[in-house]
Structure formats: structure tokens, C-alpha cells
């Protein structure tokens, strides 16, 4: 089932607060932490449509917990958005390959980025 829940997982605390102000804007229930191993937690309890997803992360990476989310069952239909500074092809293969429905390499435009969300959550509810 589609829901408004956006979970946002980004070490940097200042892009971590822009993109969630944005969403918040955009009237999502945004969730929000700053490591891999709190999202799995916060995603088996809270459920989100889709997650935005760092690819450096303390502890456990974020190609990591994407390749768990897509291989479980009760979460592999979530949406994943790597947002990463890592922009290099082959870096931006890995990601697709472990299930990432987009990649969006750092510098981004806040804008464009919810624009991608809200058309990935549309798509959903079709």
C-alpha cells in the first residue's frame, strides 16, 4: 500500500535538512537518520513508500542496505533514490544492480528531486 512516508538517509546533516525540508513542504511524512543500520530498523517499523539513500554511510553502506530492502519481501517493493556524490558509470551501475529505482549524483536540484519522487509515487498508485 502507497503512503505519504519518506524516509531520508544522509550522513550530512546539512543536505539531510534540505532535501527533508523540501518534502515536508510537499506535505510527505518525512522520517529521517544519518546511518545504514538505524534505516533498516526505521523501515521494518515505519513502512515508507520510498527511500532516499546515501551511498556513504557509517557503518553499513548504503548500496548495502538497498540490496536488503529489494531481496526481502516485504520491502522489495519500496522505492529507492541513491543520492550520492559518487557519479562515475560504473558507480552508478552498482546502484541499479543492487535495485536502486534512480540514482541522482550530488550537486542536485531539491526541486527536481521531488518532482522524480512525486513521479515514481504516481506511478505506484496507477
Not at 535538512?17 to 538505524?38: A, H, I, P, R, S
Not at 552498482?94 to 550530488?106: I, R, W
Request: aromatic share 6%; net charge negative.
Amino acid at each position: 500500500m502507497v503512503n505519504n512516508k519518506v524516509l531520508v538517509v544522509e550522513d550530512e546533516l546539512k543536505i539531510r535538512n534540505v532535501v527533508c525540508m523540501y518534502l515536508e513542504k510537499e506535505g510527505f511524512n518525512v522520517l529521517q537518520t544519518d546511518n545504514g543500520v538505524e534505516a533498516l530498523s526505521m523501515i521494518e517499523k515505519e513502512k515508507p513508500s520510498l527511500i532516499i539513500l546515501d551511498i556513504m554511510l557509517p557503518g553499513l553502506s548504503g548500496l548495502d542496505v538497498c540490496k536488503r530492502i529489494k531481496t526481502n519481501e516485504e520491502t522489495k517493493d519500496t522505492y529507492i533514490i541513491i543520492l550520492s556524490a559518487k557519479g562515475q558509470e560504473w558507480e552508478k551501475a552498482e546502484g541499479y544492480q543492487v535495485g536502486a529505482d534512480l540514482y541522482e549524483t550530488k550537486p542536485f536540484s531539491p526541486k527536481n528531486l521531488i518532482n522524480k519522487i512525486k513521479e515514481l509515487l504516481n506511478n505506484k498508485l496507477e
